[in-house]
């Protein structure tokens, strides 16, 4: 059936890792131990060496290979994070190491890797998705003789990941606080939580570990589901740190056998949680990294008056995504709202739209007009920002008496993409 991850390996781990990896900070945070009456810390492996808590798996694992294996060189797949704890790992260590990268990753995570590997590390940007880019990985490695250094689904990675719950246990102990009740976590390929839960369900056995997957992505809910690794039919890559199609027989073992309870958070939800954590804390956080603080809202009931760890995975955010990540939030608070309507090819039809459908603090964000010969009326892309959300009803009672044929392109996701 396979072996779990024992709290030995990942003490063992933690001796190596010891002196290369960031200790990092376990922040009491008020503003959300307030919003949820709980005691809320927050584990910023965002402030690790690399920006995420891979440094630690990846380290971990390539430290254990033989001499002949690190003179021949590694191999990885990774859509950011993973990668750039091997570019790290090898440019310390003076191993040579090809990384294999979905096309797809952020112009900043390539980067990073570059910076962080230098001359040790060639990069490869291959196929759309990471397990596409992990299959032409391994096929390369087996072709050239290099040792793959798998992301999650390997014994070394999940002790090097586990380090993170030793840390938490210890910095606990230490600010003398009450044992963690509820543990939240990302989940990718699962790496992570299965190092996590590997730890805690052997020396804080109470604590419950609950995992966090983007709607759109959840691999490892549906592999639970099922009982059996389950590949995902269609992947979300927006939350591109756990945009994995297909989690570990290893991981999913340590999930299934260890792991409280997982949950799938919205994708608009998730750049909700980015612009909260900014904006309330000062906190910049990529994606995959604001997962375990989205989930507190569907554990609020339960971690009242609890002691609370979530771990923040990473900050890798680019800078160039902040445009879409404010729009899917707003969208997801349900201000922002697109719609085609026909407006009468006359003078001062847009003045009356304004006059007559616009609410007081409503704001046209997106207007494109496209004029047809011999119509009475033509088409328009028009989008609207609302101050408060309550505003809705009123909107569209007030557009359909303008339009009773308007079309709604949050309900149309093809003439969304297409349009919007």
């Given at each position: 059936?396979?072996?779990?991850v024992t709290s030995e390996q990942v003490e063992k781990a933690n001796h190596i890792l010891e002196p290369v990896v960031t200790k990092t900070l376990l922040q009491y945070d008020d503003y959300l131990s307030k919003k949820y009456d709980a005691d809320v810390y927050l584990k910023r492996e965002d402030l690790q060496i690399v920006r995420s808590f891979k440094l630690r798996g990846a380290y971990y694992a390539i430290s254990q290979l033989s001499k002949e294996k690190l003179a021949k060189g590694v191999v990885c797949a990774s859509a950011g994070n993973h990668a750039q704890g091997v570019a790290y790992t090898c440019f310390k260590m003076g191993v040579p190491a090809t990384i294999f990268m979905p096309v797809t990753t952020p112009k900043q995570k390539v980067n990073q890797v570059e910076a962080f590997g230098g001359d040790q590390v060639t990069i490869k940007l291959v196929g759309d998705t990471f397990d596409q880019s992990k299959d032409m990985a391994i096929h390369y490695g087996e072709e050239h003789g290099l040792t793959f250094i798998n992301p999650f689904d390997d014994e070394n990675i999940i002790a090097g990941q586990g380090t993170v719950a030793l840390e938490i246990v210890d910095q606990l102990n230490k600010k003398e606080a009450s044992p963690a009740d509820y543990v939240f976590?990302?989940?990718?390929?699962?790496?992570?939580?299965?190092?996590?839960?590997?730890?805690?369900?052997?020396?804080?056995?109470?604590?419950?570990i609950i995992g966090v997957e983007p709607v759109g992505a959840a691999s490892m809910s549906l592999s639970l589901k099922e009982k059996k690794v389950t590949p995902l039919s269609h992947l979300d890559k927006f939350v591109d740190g756990a945009a994995v199609q297909e989690v570990g027989a290893m991981t999913f073992l340590h999930s299934q056998e260890l792991v409280d309870g997982v949950c799938e958070v919205p994708i608009g939800k998730v750049c909700s949680t980015i612009l909260e954590l900014y904006t309330k804390q000062a906190i910049v956080v990529e994606p995959a990294g604001a997962l375990s603080v989205t989930a507190l809202d569907d554990y609020k009931d339960d971690i009242k008056g609890k002691t609370v760890v979530c771990i923040i995975s990473g900050g890798n955010n680019d800078i160039q995504r902040m445009p879409e990540i404010e729009e899917r939030s707003l969208i997801y608070e349900g201000l922002k709202h697109y719609f085609v309507v026909n407006f009468p090819q006359r003078a001062g039809a847009l003045k009356e739209f304004v006059s007559d459908v616009l609410g007081p603090h409503d704001d046209i964000t997106k207007f494109e007009y496209t004029k047809k010969i011999n119509r009475g009326s033509g088409p328009v892309v028009i989008g609207i920002l609302l101050q408060n959300h309550a505003d809705y009803a009123s909107l569209i009672e007030r557009l359909t008496i303008f339009d009773p044929n308007y079309i709604n392109l949050q309900e149309n996701e093809s003439l969304y993409t297409l349009l919007v």
């Open positions: 059936m396979g072996t779990l976590t990302p989940i990718g390929g699962g790496g992570l939580i299965s190092g996590i839960s590997a730890y805690f369900k052997d020396k804080s056995p109470t604590t419950k």
